[in-house]
Nanobody, 125 residues
């Protein structure tokens, strides 16, 4: 049974940082394309970053490039999203997701079969 559990969200001031974690069970993160998405109230789910299976090529949305970093720890079977220089518009529920297909990592949410429950990130002074 695949389970993805996000943690690390919370309230942070503009300009601050957070690191989100996604602990995986029932799958091995290094053999899946892994991604981070977010969804703000009234908006569609938005791609943020992905890391490809095995080699670990990373992809970013323009809105977070240079501020967010996706990584994984194979020993801990955990995916991370380091978020720096946070802005109020980064406020959303953040989700990790897994795609079992051995191809390039996708920016499309429909390509991901497994999802975590989400963690709330609020950027406010």
């Amino acid at each position: 049974q695949v389970q993805l559990v996000e943690s690390g969200g919370g309230l942070v001031q503009p300009g601050g940082s957070l690191r989100l974690s996604c602990a995986a069970s029932g799958l091995t993160v290094s053999t899946y394309n892994m991604g981070w998405f977010r969804q703000a109230p009234g908006k569609e789910r938005e791609f943020l970053a992905a890391i490809s299976w095995l080699i670990g090529i990373t992809y970013y949305a323009d809105s977070v490039k240079g501020r967010f970093t996706i990584s994984r720890d194979n020993a801990k079977n955990t995916l991370y999203l380091q978020m720096n220089s946070l802005k109020p518009e980064d406020t959303a529920i953040y989700y990790c997701a897994a795609d079992p297909r051995h191809k390039g990592a996708s920016r499309l949410s429909g390509e991901y079969d497994y999802w975590g429950q989400g963690t709330q990130v609020t950027v406010s002074s």
